[in-house]
């Protein structure tokens, strides 16, 4: 337990001293519905997978959403649908599609 609580300070820590989006999130991009978009212009379907498991698995998760956003922003994009994802289910790999609204 001591050794889990001594990654994720140190991974704070690190995320303070980063301008990776990862961690910092992204500014200029918003996560919208599927119904949201329809008069959108589609730009690119993004995928990812998060880097950690177990009791990291939600850091490791909110890492991968913020940088398929980054990814998205790096594209033109503005507006991000993520697949819905089952409440409750193991997720291994996360999938958006990216839009300029």
């Not at 989006?21 to 519905?33: D, L, N």
């Amino acid at each position: 337990m001591h050794k889990i609580l001594a990654v994720l300070a140190i991974g704070g820590v690190l995320a303070g001293c980063t301008d990776d989006p990862g961690f910092t999130g992204v500014s200029g991009v918003r996560e919208a519905t599927q119904s949201e978009v329809g008069q959108c212009k589609y730009v690119m379907d993004i995928s990812g997978r998060p880097g950690v498991y177990g009791p990291l698995l939600q850091q490791g998760l909110k890492y991968t959403r913020n940088s398929i956003m980054a990814d998205a922003q790096d594209a033109g994009a503005n507006t991000v649908v993520f697949d819905q994802v089952t409440p409750g289910a193991a997720v291994y790999k996360l999938h958006a599609t990216a839009y300029t609204c």
